[in-house]
């Protein structure tokens, strides 16, 4: 292994923070009552994106093509939040600013592009501090990468049947399924 | 939206087998099909965007 196990643990917080906001994202979902808007879920993806990559560097080593999977990731719900930002960012006369609520003064898609300008940010840093390990590296995770990487998936599940419960299989729509 | 989530499940259970190549397939899979529900949402003449 040519990276240190330090790397490795760095690489599963950084996973881990990722998961924090979505569990963040359930909490207004389920613990709020406010269903997610169509744009929030899309976002989800991207933020689910970003897991993944790092996950492929949990499991078959610190590589630039995963962290190029991560920076890819970032900048399409990069693209998703921004759109979303810019759609609320003029007020329309009678109408609330923003949608859903604040947290410490921001909205959540205004945190989404905080947060995957971050993880652009993080990708850079690890691109410095990493070296490639070997083409074809399969690696046995410590109990800690491990335990991170099944809650992602577990939140990965939660957000296959949230969605479910939601609008179906179709695309959702303001209120449950689109008509 | 469900089995975009679904694919996103996918490429993590072939993640936790080890299988690097079907776990890329269909994490592209997956990445394209979010980008293209995001097309729909800003180009269909449904209330989606917001």
């Not at chain 1, 995770?141 to 299989?169: I, R, T």
């Not at chain 2, 994490?27 to 180009?43: K, R």
């Amino acid at each position: 292994m040519m990276n240190k196990p330090g790397l490795y643990i760095a690489n599963s917080v950084c996973m881990l923070i990722i998961c924090s906001v979505l569990i963040g994202a359930f909490y207004f979902q389920f613990g709020l009552g406010e269903n997610p808007c169509p744009l929030c879920l899309v976002q989800r993806m991207g933020m689910l994106g970003v897991i993944l990559g790092l996950g492929f560097n949990t499991y078959f080593g610190i590589r630039s093509e995963h962290v190029a999977l991560v920076i890819i990731s970032a900048l399409i719900g990069a693209t998703f939040s921004i759109r979303q930002v810019l759609l609320h960012i003029c007020p329309v006369a009678g109408e609330p600013t923003g949608y859903g609520s604040p947290v410490l003064g921001m909205y959540l898609y205004s945190w989404a592009v905080v947060i995957f300008a971050s993880t652009i940010l993080g990708a850079a840093l690890f691109l410095i501090l990493m070296k490639d390990e070997p083409a074809g590296t399969t690696r046995k995770p410590a109990l800690f990468e491990k335990s991170v990487f099944l809650l992602a998936g577990g939140l990965c599940l939660a957000n296959v049947l949230a969605a479910f419960m939601e609008c179906q299989f179709g695309p959702c729509c303001e209120n449950g399924p689109c008509p | 939206m469900s089995l975009i989530f679904l694919c996103y499940l996918v490429a993590f259970g072939l993640i936790y087998l080890g299988k690097k190549k079907p776990a890329f397939v269909v994490f592209a899979l997956s990445m394209t099909l979010s980008l293209m529900m995001f097309w729909y949402h800003t180009t269909s003449s449904l209330n989606l965007n917001f």
